[in-house]
T-cell receptor
Framework: AQSVTQLDSHVSVSEGTPVLLRCNYS??????LFWYVQHPNKGLQLLLK??????LVKGINGFEAEFKKSETSFHLTKPSAHMSDAAEYFC????????????FGTGTRLKVLA | DAGVTQSPTHLIKTRGQQVTLRCSPK?????VSWYQQALGQGPQFIFQ???????QRGNFPDRFSGHQFPNYSSELNVNALLLGDSALYLC????????????FGQGTRLTVV
């Protein structure tokens, strides 16, 4: 069965400093992995996705993630945080057994300090 | 392209009542999935519809049921509402035989009092 673990429930960074949000996954299949962002009272927006192509995935708003099979990790990074990055971030693995249902992590709330 | 649209955006119901939530998928998508996101939690998969049939179901009781129409739109019905059903309900649409990427609507905030 697939699962994801987001290692930090809360992360605080200063504006202009790097962001690292950690995610480990478990999957019986070659996984599809995603990062979604959710701003307060908003729906989910896709940041980036990994689907067995390049292991370094670039997404929107300067975010990127690296798929490391040996470490079963898919950490999200950004070189320089902006105030607008403050939100909830979800790591997601797709059940590739045929129905493509999503399995979400518990989320990481990113706080950006001025 | 309107994307995934859900209605209503908010509603308040009383314990024991029934509720119907609606979702129109993104143009060209044929698969609709529903998720429940309780406060402070990640979304949990409820079920998925394709070709007007429920294809897979998460760990939710039979009080949760759904339907998909020939135009691919979908409804989520919840009977005998409990306080614990209060949550944000998200609809996601995708293309069954295409990319694994799903697109999410803004959600319906259900409050049960």
């Amino acid at each position: 069965a697939q699962s994801v673990t987001q290692l930090d429930s809360h992360v605080s960074v200063s504006e202009g400093t790097p962001v690292l949000l950690r995610c480990n996954y478990s999957s019986s299949y070659s996984p599809s992995l995603f990062w979604y962002v959710q701003h307060p009272n908003k729906g989910l927006q896709l940041l980036l996705k990994y689907t067995s192509a390049a292991t370094l995935v670039k997404g929107i708003n300067g975010f990127e993630a690296e798929f490391k099979k040996s470490e079963t990790s898919f950490h999200l990074t950004k070189p320089s945080a902006h105030m607008s990055d403050a939100a909830e971030y979800f790591c997601v693995v797709s059940d590739a057994s045929g129905t493509y249902k999503y399995i979400f992590g518990t989320g990481t709330r990113l706080k950006v300090l001025a | 392209d309107a994307g995934v649209t859900q209605s209503p955006t908010h509603l308040i119901k009383t314990r024991g009542q029934q509720v119907t939530l609606r979702c129109s998928p993104k143009s060209g998508h044929d698969t609709v999935s529903w998720y429940q996101q309780a406060l402070g939690q990640g979304p949990q998969f409820i079920f998925q519809y394709y070709e007007e049939e429920e294809r897979q179901r998460g760990n939710f009781p039979d009080r949760f049921s759904g339907h998909q129409f020939p135009n691919y739109s979908s409804e989520l019905n919840v009977n005998a509402l409990l306080l614990g059903d209060s949550a944000l309900y998200l609809c996601a649409s995708s293309w069954r035989t295409g990319s694994t990427e799903a697109f999410f609507g803004q959600g319906t905030r259900l409050t049960v009092v």
